[in-house]
Antibody, heavy 122, light 109 residues
Framework: EVQLVESGGGLVKPGGSLRLSCAAS????????MNWVRQAPGKGLEWVSS????????YYADSVKGRFTISRDNAKNSLYLQMNSLRAEDTAVYYC???????????????WGQGTLVTVSS | SYVLTQPPSVSVAPGQTARITCGGN??????VHWYQQKPGQAPVLVVY???DRPSGIPERFSGSNSGNTATLTISRVEAGDEADYYC????????????FGGGTKLTVL
């Protein structure tokens, strides 16, 4: 069974940093591109970042470029999101989501984690 | 950038058919995917590539796509279908090709 479990969310002050993790199991993690997608309270879904299976290709939404860094450790079956210079508008539930096999990055998300809440507030 | 437009809400009585639309310029030329999100839960893929269903998704969920409108159809609606539904496409002409619609709240009366 595919499982994605996020952790690392919490309350942080504006300008602060946080590192999210996503532990994957039930599939060959190193064969899939992975993504972070966020959802602000009461709002819709917003793609944040993608990383290819070997970390060769990395993409960011304009809203987070230069502040967030996506990475992965295939030996540990884990995906990460380092978030720096956080702003109030980054407050959201952050989901890790798997790209469906054989698709372009961010084309189709076939499995999602349960999400972790990041709150940026003073 | 490519824009997907969904109605904010749709209401339907149990046992009836719900239709949720997703509008976009020439969306019929793209593959449309639909996600269901119940309160406090993660999104779940219910229809992909316009009309295909992942394993485990009831046949009551179906999709179509033509012209400027894609439609998610839920037949014989049940109380458990009450959720937010999001459409999504991949826009190859954009630097950031993943596009979500704004979401539609399905209320079962």
């Amino acid at each position: 069974e595919v499982q994605l479990v996020e952790s690392g969310g919490g309350l942080v002050k504006p300008g602060g940093s946080l590192r999210l993790s996503c532990a994957a199991s039930g599939f060959t993690f190193s064969s899939y591109s992975m993504n972070w997608v966020r959802q602000a309270p009461g709002k819709g879904l917003e793609w944040v970042s993608s990383i290819s299976s070997s970390s060769s290709y990395i993409y960011y939404a304009d809203s987070v470029k230069g502040r967030f860094t996506i990475s992965r450790d295939n030996a540990k079956n884990s995906l990460y999101l380092q978030m720096n210079s956080l702003r109030a508008e980054d407050t959201a539930v952050y989901y890790c989501a798997r790209d469906s096999g054989g698709r372009r990055r961010g084309e189709l998300f076939d499995y999602w984690g349960q999400g972790t809440l990041v709150t940026v507030s003073s | 950038s490519y824009v997907l437009t969904q109605p904010p809400s749709v209401s339907v009585a149990p046992g009836q058919t719900a239709r949720i639309t997703c509008g976009g310029n020439n969306i019929g030329s793209k593959s449309v995917h639909w996600y269901q999100q119940k309160p406090g839960q993660a999104p779940v893929l219910v229809v992909y590539d316009d009309s295909d269903r992942p394993s485990g998704i009831p046949e009551r969920f179906s999709g179509s796509n033509s012209g400027n409108t894609a439609t998610l159809t839920i037949s014989r609606v049940e109380a458990g279908d009450e959720a937010d539904y999001y459409c999504q496409v991949w826009d190859s002409s954009s630097d950031h090709p993943t596009v979500f619609g704004g979401g539609t709240k399905l209320t079962v009366l």
